[in-house]
């Protein structure tokens, strides 16, 4: 599956300028860019929440161009997840088995079939069973925001978009919410496509990086290839992820990195044999 | 709805844009009052007259005045029939059992007509030229004096004013959750009442429970900034009347008094 | 050095909870420094914050803030001396305009109008806001929206500024411009800054974090003292700074590192000397 996008869309501000790339499917892309950049109005486009003004945007093997329908979305919505930002904020019902039920039955599952696979769902995104009959408004921020990931699972769709999955959480907080998702991507085979200002995320998870400004896409490569240049990123209004921050520290004062490091990790990896190898005392 | 309350208002620097909005507030209310004096011809012209020197005092084109029209349009027609029909007098024209179409009757609804069009246009001139807030501003400095009957003028005029502010806040989440709910399969705005309704539920609960959120860090935040009710309170923006607003007062009474020697 | 704030046993619990959200905190604070309150989500920071000023009453224990304790007859002139930027920059923001947010605080305390006028000119002025004065918030940043906030607790003239996890919501052109104004205004004015966060960068900047779990007062000290404790920082939900991640991930591969906090720039140059003995 692919998505090919090639928009003119003319709105001011958070427009769109002839934008063409392709999400591979089973792919973990990241759009990065400052804010106003135009990633969320391409997120939109994702799942058809907007039409290209020109040009088409291909989900699977569904085309939607300006003249679209509005009734023939709804198998794209199911077939492309959305995670919000600060998607708590959309839960609604008494219960949450209720709420995550809510996508599905919109999708024609039954009411009760729905409901059961609720049980599963909040397992998937590592809540306890009990939550299933309490509201949704009496859990955490955190697990409220979980519960929300969770309806939009119950979709059962193939590629899952999160806008800031991780804003107003704290570093524990942040750092379950990644590793879930990652976890989703590599058990489900779900194509994941992230926004964020997060760039440590960008480096430690994705496998392929848009770069937006001024609502163009200005670059698209592996996550090594875009934090090569730190230069052209500041200049994008876009910092390092913190491993290649450091490791341009350490070039500048003389070691030798080849790959560029991008995890702590690598970064020790390539460090150990600088600095005279593990101590033998 | 943000057509309704913030939309409205086209920033210029005219010199009914600059009145004091107590002055534009009363005025148009004062004028509308006078509309209900005119009952010839020559009263209705010179209404007429007066409404597009003030049109054009505001630069605001023509246009905008015949939007704020449109979607009445049906009410005023509605009400210039009932006149048509069933004012009798004069030559008739046209009978049907117990419809006609009299001489009095025509000029009867088209002075209705007149007077529906020359009101729209003097209150859609008040919102084009005057931001909500300065309105806020008017009403609470003119209710004042309620003060004295124990009447909260100042309270009420806060709670309008972060009313207004919050609108932009309010409509930009009203998106949201509308996109993040069309993205889990609802169809807003399609199938019979009972789903269109149904649909609705998803919007507004989170949207009243993100309203109540806001409310309660904007109490805090007020309480934390030493907020302690409407009394003892100085204020930042004040209105002062100019040489401008005496000259629209005067051109009041001048048409008043204009009014009254014409008007039959 | 005389306390700007000082809390003794201080206990509280929110109505129905099981658990006190916080527990026997004690705290002094003194003028002019700045100190940094972490921990993770839930563990009574913000809590904390609000006993401060008074916007929760304490279940027992005692707060005194620039030498008044705290109770009814005091709480107005304690908010007066104390201001707070709190997490959402739109829903503190009570004014219509930007100028007029900036007054709000001004106008409750019933300054005269002249003096107002200049105050809250003067505000905007430190937060370079100036231009951006008729502005409606709709049409600002998160970022910008903060300054506002900020230049409405300036223009106050109070002694002691609370950042109730005002970077939080920001995105990081947003905070890299909150904190750097903060750092300005206590350099210039050596106003108290009492800064409650989970973000160690910002802490770093602190002369002092406090770290909270749980409603209790884990452990205190300098950002320096306080980062070398990078495990148990990480068991308690929050970050460690980088180079503090790195040398870990080093000494498990069986490097030599040194015990005390280096920076960016010391954990270089020290890497650097062991690269130049080789």
Redesign the interface.
């Known amino acids: 599956m692919s998505f090919t996008y090639q928009a003119g869309t003319p709105f001011a501000g958070d427009g769109l300028k002839d934008v063409t790339t392709t999400i591979k499917d089973g792919s973990y892309t990241a759009i990065i860019g400052h804010t106003g950049s135009g990633k969320s109005t391409l997120l939109q486009h994702l799942n058809a929440l907007l039409k290209p003004t020109a040009g088409t945007v291909t989900i699977g093997d569904r085309v939607i161009t300006n003249e679209t329908n509005n009734k023939n979305l709804k198998p794209i919505r199911r077939e492309v997840g959305m995670v919000f930002q600060f998607a708590e904020n959309q839960l609604f019902e008494q219960t949450v088995a209720k709420d995550i039920a809510f996508g599905p039955t919109n999708f024609g599952v039954p009411a009760e079939e729905a409901e059961k696979q609720a049980a599963a769902m909040v397992a998937l995104v590592g809540l306890p069973p009990e939550v299933l009959e309490q509201s949704p408004f009496d859990l955490s921020g955190g697990q409220m925001r979980r519960v929300a990931i969770a309806g939009v699972l119950a979709m059962k769709p193939s590629v899952l978009v999160l806008d800031e999955p991780t804003a107003g959480l704290d570093p524990a907080g942040r750092a379950e919410m990644m590793t879930m998702f990652n976890r989703l991507h590599q058990e489900q085979g779900l194509t994941i496509v992230l926004v964020t200002h997060q760039m440590d995320d960008v480096a430690d998870y994705a496998d392929h990086v848009l770069v937006m400004d001024q609502g163009r896409l200005v670059k698209e490569g592996t996550p090594r290839e875009i934090f090569q240049d730190a230069d052209w990123l500041a200049d994008h209004q876009l910092g390092l992820p913190k491993t290649a921050a450091m490791a341009r520290r350490l070039t500048a004062q003389g070691f030798r990195f080849d790959p560029l490091p991008l995890t702590t990790a690598q970064l020790a990896d390539q460090l150990l044999p600088q600095i005279g190898g593990p101590a033998h005392d | 709805m943000t057509k309704l309350l913030l939309g409205r208002y086209l920033p210029g620097d005219s010199w009914v844009h600059k009145l004091d909005p107590r002055t534009k507030l009363m005025a148009s209310f004062y004028y509308i009052g006078i509309i209900f004096l005119a009952n010839n011809w020559q009263t209705y012209l010179l209404m007429f007259m007066a409404t597009m020197v003030m049109v054009a005092a505001s630069k605001i084109k023509l246009g905008f005045f015949l939007r704020g029209v449109r979607p009445m349009i049906w009410l005023i027609l509605f009400t210039v029939m009932l006149q048509v029909f069933f004012t009798k007098g004069g030559a008739t024209y046209w009978s049907w059992g117990w419809l006609a179409i009299t001489q009095y009757g025509l000029t009867n609804g088209a002075f209705i007509f007149m007077r529906f069009v020359l009101i729209i246009f003097v209150s859609t001139l008040l919102t084009l030229t005057t931001q909500p807030?300065s309105l806020a501003d008017a009403v609470e400095s003119l209710l004042k004096p309620l003060r004295v009957l124990h009447v909260p003028v100042t309270e009420l005029a806060l709670v309008l004013?972060?009313a207004?502010?919050f609108v932009?806040?309010l409509m930009?989440?009203t998106t949201?959750?509308m996109?993040?709910?069309?993205?889990?399969?609802?169809?807003f705005g399609?199938g019979n009442l009972f789903q269109q309704m149904k649909a609705v539920?998803?919007l507004l609960?989170?949207l009243f429970?993100?309203s109540f959120?806001?409310a309660e860090?904007?109490a805090?935040?007020?309480?934390?900034?030493?907020?302690?009710g409407g009394d003892?309170?100085?204020?930042?923006?004040?209105l002062q009347y100019h040489r401008k607003d005496i000259v629209a007062g005067m051109i009041m009474a001048g048409l008043t008094i204009a009014l009254i020697f014409l008007k039959a | 050095m005389t306390a700007a704030i000082e809390i003794e046993n201080l206990n509280y619990r929110y109505p129905d909870a099981k658990r006190p959200a916080l527990h026997d905190v004690s705290l002094t604070i003194a003028q002019g420094e700045w100190v940094a309150i972490i921990g993770h989500n839930g563990s009574g920071k913000s809590t904390l914050a609000k006993n401060i000023n008074g916007l929760l009453a304490p279940e027992s224990g005692r707060v005194t803030v620039a030498g008044m304790p705290l109770n009814e007859a005091n709480v107005w002139k304690i908010r007066e001396k104390v201001g707070i930027v709190f997490q959402n920059p739109d829903n503190q923001f009570v004014g219509a305009t930007v100028q007029d947010d900036v007054a709000f605080g001004l106008e409750n305390r019933a300054v005269p109008r002249p003096e107002m006028l200049t105050r809250v000119h003067d505000a905007l002025v430190q937060v370079n806001m100036l231009e951006f004065a008729t502005r409606e918030p709709a049409r600002l940043s998160g970022g910008q929206k903060q300054r506002v906030a900020i230049a409405g607790i300036i223009a106050q003239r109070p002694d002691i500024i609370i950042l109730d996890e005002a970077t939080s919501m920001l995105d990081p052109a947003g905070r890299s411009e909150v904190l750097a104004l903060i750092e300005q205004l206590q350099a210039r004015s050596a106003m108290t800054v009492v800064s409650i966060t989970h973000d160690v960068d910002e802490a770093a900047s602190a002369d002092r974090v406090v770290l909270l779990n749980d409603g209790e007062i884990v452990e205190q000290g300098t950002p320096a003292a306080l980062f070398t404790h990078g495990e148990e920082l990480l068991s308690l939900g929050l970050d460690v700074p980088y180079p503090e991640r790195l040398k870990a991930a080093l000494r498990r591969r069986g490097a030599k590192m040194p015990d005390g906090y280096l920076d960016q720039e010391g954990l270089v140059k020290y890497l650097w000397t062991l690269h130049s003995t080789m």
């Not at chain 2, 805090?220 to 900034?225: E, N």
């Not at chain 2, 003892?232 to 004040?238: C, D, I, L, N």
């Open positions: 807030l004013q972060i207004l502010r932009p806040t930009d989440q949201k959750i996109n993040a709910q069309r993205a889990r399969g609802v169809d399609s539920v998803p609960i989170p429970v993100d959120g806001i860090d904007l805090t935040a007020m309480d934390a900034r030493g907020y302690q003892g309170r100085t204020k930042y923006r004040v």
